[in-house]
Structure formats: structure tokens, C-alpha cells
């Protein structure tokens, strides 16, 4: 084999504490590899993993997600943690060249094998490699002759100085724990002295029109000769359908390769292409790409990539002039426009890695597909994703918008932190780039987002990393998100270009859905947020028993804003809903689904002026009482089926000006039909019915249509006289059925029967009421409950 593996990664590593300096002071560096000895009795760990669930596993901390644990845990990001393993390498490596490769580690270590220092690596995206040749042993000693020693520095506890080079730890879903351990894979890769060190594919496509397709596919590979002199190589390319029938590419370049890194380029034409297409656009054919390095009869190496025959492109929303956007942000799939039915990822599963997985990873990603989203977006509170998830986006068809980890700081603009803000980034996008479902980058989250923003380099930055960016990948670049906040139009922005609808929910009853959403006016939703409680089996797992019910505080410990949630339940049934957990429970996840309906069926109707719109959140990656709508656990929330009903790619959609209709007044509604598809329909019938207390009231309706592709457009008008006496709610069922009266897609709308400015008045009466709780207490979560500070006076 002319490339050959050993994975370092399992459960057969080992760990220890001390003290800031004390490691190398005790010399564990230098601890041989034998069988018993200093290590013999150190905890065991997982790599991948985190230094907190190695902990929990050896009993040592307590579960850090349980109950208000995860404070007490603060202690372990004070010391250096050194984590061994011993191994055997195999004797088929011998002669070649053997390097040491750490795909990951969070934050910054130091490695010694053998007693020999490797050196030291800062930054948690960008993998890293020593070369080992004359250092590794081939011994045949108990338990393996090599002892690899890597010590871990105390984690950085300011993340403004170590952002985009660390995942972020502090904002409002934080506790302030700060993550770190050897989060990725560990091996020993053995190569001739020329390999194949990346390979780098840009897809253009001439025609994407069934049965005439064609794609170029610019290949660059990077290859490194190990060796003193120059050697002379044939470069065997082959491209083949990895889940599509196709014929077989073949090329073979002679190539003289000068020692250290360099870069070879060739091209690849491929007619009668099978492209890859988002889900709701075509279907997901997906290429393997081989490269072979063959010097006379000998193979020195070999890589491959999976890749998707796709071009992404970026156009201009209709609707706007240059003086309201000056960036375009319709996205276009292989020149067809893609609206973005998205969601925020708001993974990893787990905040500590060593608690995640394939499975975690397949499950989840799963039920985006269920839920109708063909977007995620990771913004820059959470790390670019592990490869795995990529791939299972590829197969499912599934794009993803990828930020580099900057989130609402004032970021320096010293050179060395812009260096190694940059070194991160460019790894980020090598490991990334060839997958087909990475369609966008973007610099920042939040980071034109105050005054301090204002007046730091983060503009800058953020250009510069666009730069950067941009000669390593031909996928379009977003300086960061939004771009029409206050402070982004202070600097010099737009005023339509992105916005976050965030601010519903943390006005906490300022303004009625009704109010909000339709108000803002840009050219893309990146984060709309809307929170609920998980179910009461996942509440137990994490909530102490004595705490569930009377609230306690783990509830607000685990970022339940608790009057926010009580004011959407009042916004949405005029009732907090605080009879019994069951009831709070249902009701919070209701009131989610409600505003999720509301709020993205906006901005739907509004295409191709708005071209996409993205909740927030899918998940989020602690035990918590917020934003996803599965929960930490896996379980989905009542909210996951307004999600998916909402996020029909054909959809009947109700506009409606008000929640509360008074009485005998009139209710009026526009009926729309929302069409993502890349083909129209014929010969439907739109179908409508007003209910009240489970009984139709005889307004009813249907019309024939034809439904354009890619569209959204209104058909009709819907009104209902309300009696005298009415009450409590009505709903208004809507369906769209094809000529042979199979419904196609159907959706649903419960409005109440009240006074709005009624409704208002007394949600801004709660507002005031939480707000001098605040005044009084801040935002600790001891501000529900007092006499915790009161009892230790």
C-alpha cells in the first residue's frame, strides 16, 4: 500500500492534571513507554472528546449538564491537562515517511513523543502534523515502544482575543464554561517521499437543462516531494459516478515535482453531466474524483474526493435598488434560484465534543431533511462542522451557509491576530470546500452590531478574510450577518440588505408577531428566533426533581427567560398557561410553532424580493429551555410539525393582519400559494374553510389555478362575519388538491376571538413588571426568585 493509516483515535488514551508548568517540571514529557509507571493510574479518555466528559466518565466531576453543575466545573480550566498513548507502530511502515497528524485540538498544546519535543500548535480548526521518521520506534515492547505525550494549555478565557480561532463561549446561551480537549481524530499517516497532500475541485456548469448538461471541474492538487531532489511524476486522474451511472473519466500528466509544496493544475471536462441539486430542486448525484501518483511501475500515493457537479452563484434581489443593497443575496444552484427554507444548525449536538457522534450526527441531520429545510446555516456562535455532517448534507441535499467562528466582539486588528485568524480560515475551507452542499462562507455573526463594533477594525477584518477566502475556493463570500443593524448602517451599509428577526422574542412583549415581522424590509432573514420548553421526560433528565415544578432555578440556569415565555403564551391563547408544568410545557411549545408559522410564511410570500429566511435554531447543543425545536436530546417539540407544515416547498399560506378579531366584527385574509419548486402545477383547486368551536360556519371556498414555478402569489380572498356572542378561537383550514383530488399540501391557522389593543395593553403591563425585576436584579437568574439572595443576608 503506498499510503498507509494508523488511527490513534478510541478510548486506549490516558490523562492527568496539573498545575500551569508543573508537567514538564515532573518531566512527564520525558515518561517512556512502559507498562507500568507514573501513567499506569491516570483517568482513561476518548479522543475525539473534551476534558470535562473524560472527567465525568472517571467520576471526578459531576455531569455537567445536570441541574446548575456546570459552574462548578469552572475549576478545570485552571490546570494543563496531559493526555498519553502508547503504540505500536506497524513494521510496513518502515522506510517510507511518518508524520504525526492531529486533525483538531481545542485550544493549543504541546507534543513530545518519545521523549522528543514536536512542537506546538495554537488555534482549533487548523489540523497539524510533525514528521516523525527518526523518531518513531519499531520495537516490539508490551502495549507498543511509543509514548506519545501531548499536554493541553489551560483554555483562553477572554474569547475576544482568541475568536475565529476558538469556537465561542460567551453570549447568552453560555455559561461561561469554556470547552477544550483533542476534539478530532489523531493518526499516524506513512507516504512515499512525494504525496498528495490536498485536493482542490471548482465546479462551473455550461447548461443545466435535462439532457444537455455540462460541467468543468478545475482541479488542483498540492503535492509535496519529501525528498532533496526533484522528481518527475505522472498525475492519474479518474472521475466516476459514486451514486449515478456514468461513464469514466481518465487523464494522466507528467509532472516535475521540485522538493517541498506545490501546486499542479489540470481540467476536467464532463458532458452529459449529472449535476447534484438541493432536495427540492433535482436530485443529489454525487462524483468520485481519484488521484493517483504513479513514478514508473510505482504507486507513490493516492487520494479521492467526493464532489457534486454544481456551480453556485449569487444574483440581486428584484425589488431593490443599489442604494437599499449593494450585495447580492439570491442564491442560484447551477443558474436557478434556491430560496432558503433554513434553519441554524445550532450544533455540534454537544458543546462537549466528547459526547457527540455518528449516530447523533445521522439522526439529527435526518430530521432537518423531515422537517422540509434544504438550509442550514452555522453562524459564527458555533464551530464550521465536522466532515461527516458535510457528507450526509451532500446525500441529502441539504446546503449550508458556513460562518468562520467571530460573534459580537470588537475584534483586534494587531497582524498577529490576523494571522492567525486567517490561517484558521483557510484550513476551514480546504477540509470544506469540495463538498457539493457548501454553498456560501461568511466572516462574522454580529460583528456590526454596537458602538464598540463601530469603531474597531472588524470591517476591516472581515474584508481581509474575504480575500483570503476567495483565492482558495471559487463558493461566494458574505462579509458577516446582518448588514442593516443600526450599527452596520452607521458604518456604512445599506439599510436592506440582512437583518436578524430576533427582536420579537427578547422584547419580550413590546410588540404582537403582527406587529414585528412584517415591518422588516431586507433581502434575507439569516435568524429569526422563537423558544419553548422541551418535553417533561427531556426537562427530567437535566431539571432536579424538586425543581420542576414550582419553577426552580436550573429552569432560568439553563437560559429559560421565563417571562418572555409566559408573555408569548399570553400573546398566543391570552392566557400564561401556568396551571401545571404539562400545560406550561405544551403551551410554550405551541406558542413556539405559532410565531414560527407567522413569521416565516412572511417572508415566504415575499419571494424572489426576500430570497430566503432561516430559524433560529434546529437544535442547540446543551440541555436548555430555549430555541430548538428538537431538543438537546433528540426528541422533537410540538413546534418541529409547524416547522415542517410551514416549510412545505408547495404552500397554501393565509395573510392576516391581527390575531385577536373582536366580536361581531368582519375577518379578512388573503390566501397565497408559495411554489419552491423548479416546476409548475396545472389543474389545482385551492380549498378553504372557516371552523369555529370545531363546527364549519359555513364560509367555504375553493378556486382553480395554475401555480408558476418558482413563485409565490395570491389567489384569493377569504372573509368571515364574526357573531355577536363569539368566543375563545376559530381556525381556517386551507389545502391544495390536484386534478385527481389528491391534496398536495394542506395547512391550518388558529386565530382568537378578543381585543387586540386589549391584549396588548396587558402584555406591555407584564413587560413592565419583568423589566423592574431586571432594574432590580439584573439579568441573573436569581431575579425570579429573590429570597435566594434574601436568605444569605
Not at 69 to 84: D, I, L, P, Q
Not at 347 to 355: A, I, T
Request: hydrophobic content about 35%; some cysteine; glycine content about 8%.
Amino acid at each position: 500500500m503506498s499510503r498507509i493509516n494508523l488511527d490513534l483515535s478510541g478510548a486506549r488514551w490516558q490523562m492527568e492534571r496539573m498545575r500551569p508548568g508543573q508537567g514538564e517540571i515532573e518531566g512527564l514529557h520525558l515518561l517512556p513507554a512502559e507498562y507500568q509507571g507514573t501513567h499506569f493510574s491516570w483517568n482513561f479518555a476518548t479522543i475525539p472528546g473534551d476534558v470535562y466528559t473524560d472527567l465525568h466518565r472517571a467520576n471526578e466531576i459531576a455531569d455537567p449538564y445536570f441541574g446548575r453543575n456546570m459552574h462548578r466545573a469552572k475549576w478545570v480550566a485552571e490546570y494543563e491537562w496531559w493526555y498519553s498513548r502508547r503504540f505500536t507502530v506497524p513494521d510496513d511502515m518502515q522506510g517510507k515517511r511518518i508524520r504525526l497528524i492531529f486533525e483538531g485540538v481545542d485550544y493549543s498544546c504541546s507534543v513530545w513523543l518519545n521523549g522528543h519535543y514536536l512542537g506546538r500548535h495554537e488555534g482549533m480548526f487548523s489540523a497539524f502534523e510533525f514528521d516523525i521518521s527518526d523518531v518513531v520506534s519499531f520495537e516490539d515492547w508490551r502495549d507498543g515502544s511509543n509514548m506519545l505525550m501531548v499536554k493541553l494549555d489551560p483554555p483562553p478565557k477572554n474569547y475576544r482575543n482568541c475568536g475565529g480561532k476558538k469556537v465561542n463561549f460567551s453570549g447568552d446561551y453560555f455559561s461561561g464554561l469554556v470547552p477544550f480537549g483533542i476534539w478530532r481524530p489523531v493518526r499516524i499517516e506513512a507516504t512515499e517521499q512525494v504525496r498528495i497532500d490536498n485536493i482542490r475541485t471548482d465546479v462551473t456548469v455550461q447548461n443545466a437543462e435535462q439532457g444537455q448538461e455540462k460541467a468543468q471541474i478545475a482541479a488542483t492538487y498540492t503535492l509535496v516531494n519529501d525528498s532533496d531532489e526533484t522528481q518527475v511524476v505522472n498525475i492519474e486522474t479518474s472521475l466516476q459516478g459514486k451514486n449515478c451511472d456514468t461513464h469514466e473519466f481518465n487523464q494522466t500528466i507528467n509532472v516535475d515535482v521540485p522538493p517541498g509544496e506545490h501546486e499542479f493544475s489540470t481540467s476536467i471536462k464532463v458532458a452529459n453531466a449529472k449535476l447534484w441539486w438541493p432536495w427540492d430542486m433535482g436530485e443529489q448525484n454525487l462524483y468520485q474524483i481519484d488521484v493517483k501518483l504513479v513514478q514508473g511501475d510505482v504507486e507513490l500515493d493516492n487520494s479521492q474526493e467526493v464532489i457534486g457537479l454544481r456551480q453556485v452563484t449569487m444574483d440581486f434581489n428584484p425589488g431593490y435598488t443599489r442604494d437599499d443593497n449593494e450585495f447580492p443575496w439570491t442564491f442560484k444552484i447551477n443558474g436557478k434560484r434556491h430560496f432558503l427554507r433554513s434553519t441554524c444548525w445550532g450544533g455540534q449536538p454537544s458543546f462537549l465534543y466528547g459526547r457527540n457522534s455518528l449516530k447523533k450526527y445521522e439522526d439529527r441531520v435526518a430530521m432537518v431533511r423531515e422537517a422540509n429545510i434544504n438550509n442550514l446555516r452555522i453562524f459564527g456562535w458555533h464551530p464550521p462542522e465536522i466532515p461527516d455532517f458535510y457528507r450526509l448534507c451532500d446525500e441529502l441535499g441539504i446546503t449550508v451557509w458556513t460562518n468562520f467562528t467571530l460573534a459580537t466582539q470588537a475584534y483586534p486588528s494587531d497582524q498577529e491576530f490576523i494571522d492567525g485568524v486567517l490561517h484558521e480560515c483557510v484550513a476551514t475551507v480546504k477540509e470544506r470546500r469540495n463538498h457539493a452542499s457548501q454553498i456560501f462562507w461568511m466572516g462574522g455573526e454580529e460583528v456590526f452590531f454596537s458602538g464598540a463594533h463601530e469603531r474597531s477594525g472588524n470591517k476591516q477584518l472581515m474584508e481581509v478574510i474575504g480575500k483570503a477566502v476567495n483565492q482558495q475556493t471559487n463558493i461566494p463570500y458574505g462579509l458577516a450577518s446582518p448588514l442593516s443593524s443600526e450599527s452596520a448602517q452607521n458604518i456604512g451599509f445599506k439599510p436592506h440588505e440582512s437583518m436578524h428577526a430576533n427582536e420579537h422574542y427578547y422584547q419580550g412583549g413590546k410588540e404582537f408577531m403582527e406587529e414585528y415581522y412584517p415591518a422588516l424590509d431586507c433581502a434575507i432573514i439569516p435568524e429569526l428566533t422563537a423558544a419553548s420548553a422541551p418535553d417533561i421526560e427531556s426537562l427530567k433528565k437535566f431539571i432536579p426533581e424538586d425543581e420542576l415544578w414550582p419553577m426552580g432555578p436550573s429552569w432560568a440556569y439553563h437560559w429559560a427567560d421565563i417571562d418572555i415565555l409566559k408573555n408569548l403564551n399570553f400573546e398566543v391563547f391570552n392566557d400564561y398557561k401556568m396551571g401545571s408544568l404539562e400545560e406550561f410545557v405544551e403551551a410554550t411549545q405551541v406558542a413556539q410553532g405559532t410565531v414560527i408559522q407567522f413569521a416565516l410564511e412572511t417572508y415566504r410570500r415575499r419571494k424572489p424580493k426576500v430570497s430566503g429566511v432561516s430559524l433560529c435554531h434546529f437544535m442547540t447543543h446543551v440541555p436548555d429551555i430555549k430555541w430548538g425545536i428538537i431538543d438537546y436530546y433528540g426528541k422533537k417539540k410540538q413546534a418541529f410539525d409547524w416547522l415542517k407544515r410551514t416549510y412545505q416547498p408547495l404552500l397554501p399560506s393565509l395573510a392576516f393582519s391581527k390575531r385577536r378579531w373582536d366580536a361581531g366584527s368582519a375577518f379578512k385574509g388573503e390566501l397565497w400559494v408559495v411554489n419552491d419548486y423548479q416546476y409548475g402545477f396545472e389543474n389545482l383547486t385551492l380549498e378553504w374553510q372557516v371552523l369555529y368551536q370545531g363546527q364549519s360556519t359555513g364560509v367555504v371556498g375553493q378556486q382553480a389555478l395554475n401555480v408558476e414555478l418558482d413563485s409565490a402569489r395570491e389567489f384569493a380572498e377569504i372573509k368571515w362575519d364574526i357573531p355577536t356572542d363569539a368566543s375563545g378561537d376559530f381556525t381556517i383550514a386551507v389545502a391544495l388538491r390536484n386534478g385527481e383530488g389528491k391534496v398536495l399540501s394542506s395547512n391550518a391557522y388558529t386565530l382568537l376571538i378578543g381585543n387586540q389593543q386589549a391584549a396588548k395593553e396587558q402584555s406591555l403591563k407584564y413587560l413592565a413588571e419583568a423589566t423592574e425585576r431586571i432594574e432590580k436584579y439584573g439579568h441573573s437568574i436569581y431575579r425570579y426568585w429573590p429570597e435566594m439572595y434574601q436568605e444569605m443576608e
